[in-house]
């Protein structure tokens, strides 16, 4: 969760060495362990470090092997053994994740990404080509922002840290997409006119003449040939990207009552077993008064099963928006101002006084899930006879019901695409929706895309999804202001690509697969549960439970006006469905970060405004 910085001013001015240095210090909530900076002419590197495994004992960043190719990175490689076997350098001892990476570019130039696996975002300036190289990992774990203002170019994995070299100026297409779908549906920018964002999976080459961005990655597709134990292979990838993600004796877990977060929970006790001093830890939060939620009670099965300590956090004590800690509601950009921040922060601070490293469970639904009716019918379709009887005969055991054919599932899309094109809010102002053409960018987003995995569509559809990116960077130091780092197992380049690959029944139904891997290793009331969500939605209660009148009744911010016709907006308390209630809080959420998290250039960073 290291701070990066980097500016190369394409001009050949030399860099401000004072304004960098200003920058890195900017950052060091990210990193305390180390802070440094490196210029040359016309680039330079600034660093701010936290270590948060073994190896990282003896990281110093920026960094250079020859003095011609330099590296600032926030880096944590998978696979480290497969990939210092393909390395022509052998290393006396164990090397860090930013000197294997840079080993890797030194062999690979930027072919090195095809041997990465792990979380990363890292720039390489390349003194001889004189280029500078950079890459977001796979999935958008790290961020990574950058901005060109006349000949300057800059970059971060901190989004506040290019602000003050930036203008104010809105990105109004962004805005909307806040306020109809929560999310920004162009993970190619950001809330701000000027400052981009480089979509996970992707790579950004600079120099004098030109920037260039490619795609570096996508997820294989296919059926496997291999008939091999397929919960032998899942054991073995699963295992391999939870001790990947540890490479620390202490770790904390944010374990629900569910199955995917309590296999977590178990292998890393496995794995951790024998290491003097270790500790798993699990945190979790739970609604006890609000509604009737079962997660206390799965949850405390599952610790009391495998021995860890377990801090279970009343979430229903917390109301809309609160905030416990100055920074909750202190986001760079507006998406991650939630009305249930004061939950998800309460359980983030826990998490970070067990350990600097947690683990969480996302997201095993996406990919052991799939829809049988869609398999069944490409079965159909294909002539695949036998699948298609091994797969109902074996559903009509388990399930003891016939299989879906299809109908139901069609009915289903239908009712979703006809909710979400109702969904257009009637008080987004009509004079802006003009100005970007929203209306258009709602039937273009809500338009269903074909699928190109039939036997996957599920997995393929989440890859394709706008919500991994924006989750993870909620999670990420730039939101939480939090000494932690947190990954997930479950999203493993490697393990994706193999559940990609099996036949979906009965492996991807129901997560069979996890659940057969975990035999014996979980409590049997966690194997054998269904997957339950939420039992309620907590605005709804929480709304009701106290009053929201201030909700409705805020300083209204002049910016907002331009955004939404606040005379056709519903009281709160009148919103008769969870998405509209969520939509309603969204302008109450918008309007805040206008007022309070807008102006930072100007409060937090007055002194790189001036400089800049």
Not at 79 to 93: D, N, Q, T
């Amino acid at each position: 969760m290291s701070g990066i910085v980097g500016i190369v001013n394409l001009d050949g001015a030399p860099v401000d060495r004072d304004l960098l240095q200003r920058l890195t210090e900017s950052m060091t909530f990210r990193g305390p362990d180390a802070q440094e900076i490196w210029t040359d002419k016309q680039v330079g590197f600034g660093h701010t470090l936290l270590r948060t495994t073994f190896e990282a004992e003896t990281e110093k960043q920026p960094l250079t092997l020859d003095g011609k190719v330099w590296l600032t990175g926030d880096i944590r490689l998978d696979g480290r053994r497969e990939l210092i076997s393909k390395l022509p350098k052998r290393f006396a001892g164990e090397p860090n994740d930013a000197e294997l990476l840079l080993h890797a570019y030194e062999t690979w130039q930027e072919d090195c990404l095809k041997h990465l696996l792990g979380d990363f975002a890292f720039a390489i300036w390349d003194s001889t080509r004189q280029r500078l190289f950079c890459a977001r990992d796979h999935f958008g774990v790290k961020p990574f922002f950058y901005a060109r203002t006349g000949d300057t170019f800059v970059f971060s994995n901190t989004l506040n840290t290019i602000r003050p070299l930036v203008s104010d100026a809105l990105n109004e297409t962004a805005v909307a997409d806040y306020l109809v779908f929560g999310l920004n549906q162009d993970l190619a920018t950001t809330t701000f006119q000027d400052i981009h964002r480089l979509p996970g999976g992707h790579t950004l080459s600079i120099s004098t003449n030109s920037i260039t961005k490619r795609r570096y990655w996508t997820p294989a597709t296919g059926d496997t040939s291999a008939r091999a134990d397929y919960v032998e292979q899942f054991q073995s990838l699963l295992t391999t990207a939870t001790n990947d993600r540890l490479r620390t004796n202490c770790v904390a877990v944010s374990m629900s009552g569910g199955l995917d977060s309590t296999s977590l929970a178990a292998i890393s006790l496995h794995l951790l077993r024998d290491q003097a001093g270790s500790s798993v830890t699990a945190c979790t939060n739970v609604y006890d008064g609000l509604f009737h939620d079962e997660e206390r009670r799965y949850s405390s099965l599952a610790a009391e099963f495998l021995g860890i300590p377990l801090t279970q956090l009343a979430a229903d004590r917390h109301s809309l928006f609160e905030s416990r800690s100055p920074v909750d509601l202190d986001q760079p950009e507006p998406f991650l101002l939630s009305p249930l921040s004061a939950q998800f922060h309460n359980l983030m601070r826990s998490l970070a006084r067990d350990s600097r490293v947690a683990l969480t469970g996302y997201d095993g639904d996406a990919f052991m899930t799939e829809p049988v009716s869609s398999y069944f019918q490409t079965c159909a379709k294909r002539l695949q006879l036998r699948a298609l009887m091994n797969g109902m005969t074996w559903y009509v055991r388990t399930h003891r019901r016939l299989p879906p054919v299809g109908f139901r599932a069609a009915l289903k899309r239908l009712r979703k695409k006809e909710e979400s094109a109702t969904s257009y809010p009637e008080w987004i102002d009509e004079a802006f929706a003009k100005r970007i053409d929203l209306r258009d960018r709602c039937r273009e987003v809500n338009s269903e895309l074909p699928l190109k995995n039939e036997t996957h569509p599920a997995g393929l559809q989440a890859l394709e999804s706008k919500v991994w990116a924006p989750l993870f960077e909620g999670y990420d130091p730039g939101s939480t202001k939090l000494l932690l780092e947190v990954r997930h197992p479950l999203t493993d380049v490697r393990l994706i690509d193999f559940l990609l690959q099996i036949p979906p029944v009965p492996w991807c139904v129901d997560k069979h697969i996890l659940r057969r891997a975990m035999s014996n290793r979980l409590p049997t009331a966690i194997l054998n549960r269904p997957k339950t969500p939420l039992a309620s939605d907590p605005t709804l209660h929480l709304a009701h439970a106290a009053s929201v009148r201030w909700l409705d009744n805020f300083e209204v911010n002049p910016l907002l006006k331009g955004f939404v016709n606040l005379s056709r907006r519903k009281a709160l308390s009148d919103e008769q469905t969870s998405a509209g209630r969520w939509a309603n809080l969204r302008v109450f959420a918008l309007n805040h970060w206008l007022t309070h998290s807008l102006p930072i250039s100007r409060t937090v960073h007055d002194s790189l405004a001036q400089t800049a």
